[in-house]
């Protein structure tokens, strides 16, 4: 009985891996970067590689997210995430030159429009391509600009400097998640911005 076992569970293993290196074959390491662990471990990764010493201030899943203060296309500041306490909250770091992060605005304008959390695009971007890109291009949220430094990044928990970069904070201000790269579709970011 025993030797049977160990044969499905053999049989088992190998198909399992077949069907990863078929899917990392086909589709690359995007689908596996989607799921829970796999941006767990991208996100440990990129920190990592970042080199981001110990003690450093960062956004980091269930610790409050650190204070900044960062200017709207007006020059108003607003303080994060004091001026948004109360409800959800949403963060994207984007840029104007970043074509994921363009892409992925329609899905943040629902989720903004319709969600249960408040979005707010922080721009990696200079001030003034940022007030050009959106005379062209309206957005349905708050735009706030960050300088494109590491330190900057680094705060809101994205030291690589990856884009687009989200950050979901709870109604207190304590970092809940973090999310490296494009959401594929409105409904994944719906999913990932619900606080259950």
Known sequence: MKPRF??????????AGLLLFATLVTQGFAPLWRTSIGQHMLNRWLQFRAHVPEGTVMARNGDPLPKMELPDLQGARFPLPTAYLGKPLVINIWATWCGPCLREMP??????ATGPARVVGVAWDEADDVRAFVQRRPLGYPVL??????SNATLLGDPAGVLPYTVLVDAGGRVVRQHVGPFQSADELAEWARLE
């Open 6 to 15: 160990a044969t499905i569970v053999s049989a088992a293993a190998i198909f």
């Open 145 to 150: 600009v960050a300088e494109p430094t590491k």
């Open 107 to 112: 899905m943040l304008e629902s989720l903004a």
